[in-house]
């Protein structure tokens, strides 16, 4: 499976959006594939709740979704190694009370460097989805434009 991500990666490098998102069940090893591909490639992986949630505690809480997108590009920024950013625990994009569009934000990355990420909801009949209907912080996504790697 790692042989077939690596191989999605350099594919990727010349078409528009460069986001590649890894889909599966909960434990079914995204995050161990996105390891083995940073080992691999030599590339740090970035925890963004973790990166982003120490910079936004530095901010007063009425400011952090204004300031939200810009950390973010610092944190990313700090990971790219070599065109290549890869990005695991990104839940806190669903904050509500940062108003952000997670996927929007991947894309925009995806713009200018190659982005793996592992998504934490699932797939289901041709959308990606966050969360379950009803949930405050659900969001539902069509795919197109997006290539998935899907981990059975």
């Not at 839940?91 to 509500?96: A, K, S, T």
């Not at 997670?102 to 990606?128: N, S, Y």
Request: charged residues 25%.
């Amino acid at each position: 499976m790692i042989e077939e991500l690596d191989q999605l990666v350099e594919d990727i490098s010349s078409v528009n959006s460069k986001l590649i998102l890894l889909i599966g069940l909960p434990r079914s090893g995204k995050s161990s594939l996105l390891r083995e591909l940073a080992d691999r490639r030599g590339a740090p992986v970035l925890n963004l709740g973790a990166a982003l949630g120490r910079r936004l505690l530095t901010e007063p809480g009425t400011q952090r979704h204004l300031q939200a997108s810009d950390l973010l590009k610092e944190v990313a920024d700090q990971f790219v190694s070599q065109g290549l950013l890869l990005i695991d625990n990104i839940e806190l994009l669903f904050d509500q009370t940062l108003k952000l569009s997670p996927l929007d934000l991947l894309k925009r990355h995806a713009h200018a460097r190659r982005v793996v990420a592992v998504w934490p909801g699932e797939l289901r009949d041709g959308r990606l989805a966050y969360a379950t209907t009803g949930h405050p912080e659900y969001q539902d996504y069509g795919v197109d434009g997006l290539v998935t790697f899907k981990i059975h």
